[in-house]
């Protein structure tokens, strides 16, 4: 994993990371449940694995919208879940006070597309020593990470990862583009591509976020074979029933049909990106 997240891109001929689990926290059981799922999944593929979900969503839609369990209940489930099955662990930070805390169980922290311009954010989570997953804004142009990369290296970061999600195009929607990948690895870090968050159409049911899941197996593709060094993906055990982010979430059951193709993709593509 620290090889992965180093400032230089991991050689091509490696697996892709893949960092996935449900949006968010809603209870242990489902939340352990789709980890150990993942763990058996990822174990007989043989790809690098870090499980996500968020003790906090702060950038729901609705005021009535589903959070999650908060910062100290979520952290206890992430940190048993982490114990129990041995797995690395992920989640979003909100706050620069948030970092000190959060560090101590997860094993990288990730800023939040929106925030991701926070220096204050970026800077706290930079000063724990543990590596950074930064998501690329729907507003900002590719070569615009590189002022967020200078951010973390200016308090001490040398081990983080660029995601791209899409960028906004027009109304509630999202497209993406490919160049992206090429020019954010230029930056000298690794690139994850957000395959279900892209195909998300923000704010799209009015009060909720919308979204489209048949298409995130096609952007996957497309990713891997554009050289994207790691995957994000979210799912969930029944994404209709899902709390956040159901519409755009991977059916738990169709992870491991999901994910065999882009293993092969990326057998064929790697000795291209290490020759460009």
Avoid: W
Avoid at 68 to 92: C, M, N, R, T
Avoid at 176 to 190: E, K, N, Q, T, W
């Amino acid at each position: 994993m620290d090889t992965f997240f180093s400032t230089q891109t991991p050689a091509a001929g490696d697996s892709f990371l893949l960092i996935a689990g449900p949006c968010v926290i809603e209870d242990y059981d489902t939340t352990f449940h789709t980890a150990s799922q993942l763990k058996k999944i990822t174990d007989g593929l043989g790809i690098p694995f870090i499980f996500k979900s968020s003790f906090d969503k702060a950038n729901r839609s609705s005021i009535d919208s589903y959070r999650g369990p908060g910062f100290e209940k979520g952290l206890e489930i992430l940190a048993a879940i982490k114990q129990q099955l041995g797995v690395k662990i992920i989640s979003d930070i909100h706050l620069p006070e948030q970092a000190g805390p959060a560090a101590k169980v997860l094993d990288v922290l990730q800023i939040p597309a929106f925030l991701c311009r926070q220096t204050d954010l970026i800077t706290a989570a930079a000063r724990t020593g543990k590596p950074l997953n930064i998501k690329k804004g729907q507003f900002l142009a590719p070569l615009e990470c590189r002022n967020i990369i200078k951010k973390a290296q200016a308090a001490g970061c040398t081990r983080l990862s660029i995601t791209e999600r899409g960028s906004s195009f027009g109304y509630n929607n999202l497209v993406v583009d490919f160049r992206a990948i090429d020019i954010i690895r230029s930056l000298g870090v690794p690139v994850v591509f957000d395959a279900t968050h892209s195909v998300q159409l923000p704010g799209g049911a009015g009060t909720t976020s919308a979204g489209d899941r048949k298409f995130a197996p096609t952007l996957a593709r497309a990713a891997i074979a554009a050289g994207a060094d790691g995957l994000f993906i979210e799912t969930h055990p029944d994404p209709d029933r899902a709390l956040c982010d159901g519409p755009n979430s991977v059916p738990l059951a169709q992870m491991q049909s999901f994910l065999e193709p882009l293993i092969a993709i990326r057998t064929v593509v790697a000795p291209l990106i290490q020759a460009s």
